[in-house]
């Protein structure tokens, strides 16, 4: 299969002429148009590439499809990446979170993806992945998103894991004078507020905004979040520049599921606080030669307190029958990275640096213990690009990490990008990664304690016991990718073949025994490495600008996993999404209207952890929106409609219901 597609792909490159239509010699770009005009990308391997030349497959978001998109959620934008999994508020811990996944083979944390915003990581050590709700982040201020598909551990490390998520927010001189955005709809309304300006040498804008959202139908998963952020860039010379950015959000969350545990998923509400403070500093040493400096501190905070129900309607002789539990989990970060990027000759251009960084956790509730405890990771990388003639390209790096967990870790990747023809490249790559175990998998104690009637006796029921010693996940990805250009149409196909070892799985410990003095009435859960898979497929992206006013993008991702099921339960064999498809379709009408619509399918699929078996998935979006203007005044009317024709189904687990919701959103620019 993998041999027909690359010789298809091949025929494709040296007689592009074949594509479904005849080109003439006008409608092939020239070497240099095209390497001039195709996207450029900032994260693979830390140099500023054509997409061409990148060393891994790389889709870029722009603001145009976020626009079309409708997406009032921003988790829901990856929606339209090649092979992403998206759940709306997964499991039932945090109710209000997304999960977003490459390959599906998900909890509802989704630890094997990096994310970045304005290249600070923003997952949580205590679960691994990614709270969304509580980004501190505008959807009307970002510039674009860039999602690595692969691992990319040679430039961000551990957690690198499965592909890294971007976001890069406007620069505030692209984001003068005043905006207001307000949004009604079906249990959701917010309202955003955002100032530019520029004194002297500095431009900057403060974005303020409140969120409220009733959340799904049948769960407790409302939020309500007020959002505050800050970015100012300061020329402080011809040769440095100073960013300054800030933010914060805070609000309550909906919390609970009694359906699913009658003691401790009490429908409750829970408060949540975040900050970040980030200063980055750039200098230009000369022409082919800059560094950058970053420091950046992140707190977060989730003040979650409930009381049992009556205990003794389970176990009679318990006493007392009310247990009080407080869940409070606090988080912080800080780092500091530089990082060298040169040019040595023409043909050459390298990147190094290095980082430390320090996580403080408290979870008592979660680790068993009221000590604040640490994380250390150290980073050392370096990547070279290298054109030894002008229709090849070579990329190589490396990442070399040490952490408190797994000890020293170097995860290398290299590629080999070829121009075979104008507007035509192949891509042959290899690349590795490990994933570091979360504070949940490694140090998870969790229980709860209950004396009894009967003197003496006191009741334990652990949930999780984790006997700790965890070896990272590691990964080996191979790929043969192909972008090219047909006249107005771009395609970006990819075949991966990816070997995974020591996955980290969840079992009951049934050896599990109490602390002296306590009597267990349960099992509790414990992690272990268990089982290698393996990765199998194919996916492509298409776009095809078919007018200019008209625009298609289409994504398709085939992916196929296996394993040992001796090793493996049936459920982990099950958690990779067969088959994803997604189409955006945009068109402007004329000056004042447009109008958008987006298909979505995702095959059956079991996740793990809080997930379980979901059929398959398909439903529409459409989005119709009106433009206007008045003197210095510029204005836009859309309305959304998510799941179009009301077709009900789950994301993540049989609980979470989807149905159709509408909102109408009033944008104004002064």
Request: aromatic content about 12%; charged content about 25%; proline content about 4%.
């Amino acid at each position: 299969m993998y041999a027909r597609l690359l010789a298809a792909c091949l025929t494709l490159c040296v007689n592009p002429a074949q594509a479904g239509q005849s080109a003439s010699p006008g409608d092939l770009l020239s070497e240099e148009l095209y390497f001039d005009d195709i996207p450029r990308v900032l994260t693979v391997s830390r140099l500023s590439q054509p997409l061409s030349d990148s060393p891994s497959a790389v889709t870029v978001i722009d603001r145009e499809t976020i626009r079309a998109s409708g997406v009032i959620d921003l988790p829901d934008i990856f929606r339209l990446v090649p092979g992403f999994y998206v759940g709306v508020n997964a499991g039932y811990v945090h109710n209000t979170n997304h999960v977003v996944s490459y390959h599906g083979m998900t909890s509802s944390y989704a630890g094997r993806m990096q994310v970045l915003i304005d290249g600070r990581t923003v997952y949580e050590p205590l679960y691994g992945g990614v709270q969304w709700s509580e980004l501190p982040v505008s959807i009307a201020d970002i510039e674009r998103i860039e999602v690595t598909r692969g691992p990319n551990a040679a430039s961000y490390g551990a957690n690198s894991f499965f592909g890294v998520i971007n976001i890069i927010t406007q620069h505030p001189s692209e984001a003068q004078g005043a905006m207001v955005s307000m949004s009604h709809g079906n249990g959701r309304n917010e309202a955003f507020y955002r100032y530019g300006g520029k004194r002297n040498d500095t431009s900057y804008r403060v974005t303020l905004g409140y969120r409220q959202d009733d959340g799904l139908q049948d769960r407790v998963d409302f939020k309500r979040t007020r959002m505050l952020s800050a970015r100012a860039d300061h020329r402080l010379g011809d040769h440095d520049e100073l960013e300054l950015h800030f933010g914060l959000t805070d609000g309550d969350r909906g919390e609970g599921d009694p359906l699913v545990d009658p003691l401790i998923f009490l429908p409750r509400t829970k408060q949540v606080a975040t900050n970040f403070q980030l200063a980055k500093w750039r200098h230009s040493l000369s022409q082919r030669s800059d560094f950058s400096l970053q420091a950046y501190r992140a707190y977060s905070r989730s003040d979650d307190f409930f009381i049992t129900s009556d205990l003794s309607r389970l176990v009679p002789i318990i006493f007392p029958t009310r247990l009080q539990y407080d869940l409070e989990v606090e988080n912080e970060r800080y780092e500091l990275e530089a990082q060298h990027t040169f040019s040595p000759t023409d043909s050459v251009r390298m990147v190094w640096g290095g980082s430390v960084r320090q996580d403080r956790t408290k979870a008592p509730f979660y680790l068993g213990t009221d000590k604040t405890q640490t994380f250390n990771l150290r980073q050392l990388f370096g990547h070279v690009e290298w054109q030894p003639f002008n229709r090849l390209v070579l990329n190589a790096g490396a990442m070399v990490e040490h952490n408190d967990f797994t000890g020293t870790d170097t995860s290398p990747r290299v590629s080999a990008n070829f121009r075979l023809a104008p507007g035509h490249t192949l891509r042959l790559g290899v690349s590795t990664a490990t994933r570091t175990p979360a504070y949940l998998e490694e140090k998870f104690q969790s229980h709860l304690i209950a004396t009894t009637t009967i003197p003496g006796v006191t009741l334990i029921r652990p949930y999780f016991a984790d006997s700790g010693g965890l070896s990272p996940e590691r990964i080996v990805s191979r790929e043969i990718g192909y972008l090219g250009t047909y006249g107005s149409i771009t395609l970006d196909a990819r075949v991966f073949d990816d070997d995974i070892r020591d996955i980290v799985k969840e079992f009951t410990n049934r050896t599990y025994v109490p602390p002296a003095g306590f009597t267990r009435i349960s099992n509790p859960f414990d992690f272990t490495n268990g089982g290698d898979v393996a990765i199998r497929g194919y996916e492509a992206r298409l776009q095809w600008r078919m007018k200019p006013s008209t625009r298609l993008i289409a994504n398709y991702a085939r992916t196929r996993l296996s394993g040992n099921e001796d090793e493996l339960e049936r459920y982990f064999l099950d958690s990779v999404p067969a088959e994803i498809i997604s189409a955006l379709l945009s068109h402007r009408f004329n000056q004042a209207w447009d109008a958008s619509l987006a298909y979505y399918h995702t095959s059956r699929v079991t996740m793990l952890g809080d997930g379980n078996r979901v059929d398959a998935a398909r439903y529409w979006d459409a989005r119709l929106a009106r433009s206007f203007a008045s003197g210095s005044w510029k204005g836009e009317v859309s309305a959304v409609v998510h799941n179009l024709f009301d077709d009900e189904f789950q994301e993540f687990a049989d609980y979470n219901t989807v149905r159709r919701r509408a909102f109408v959103t009033l944008k104004l620019d002064f």
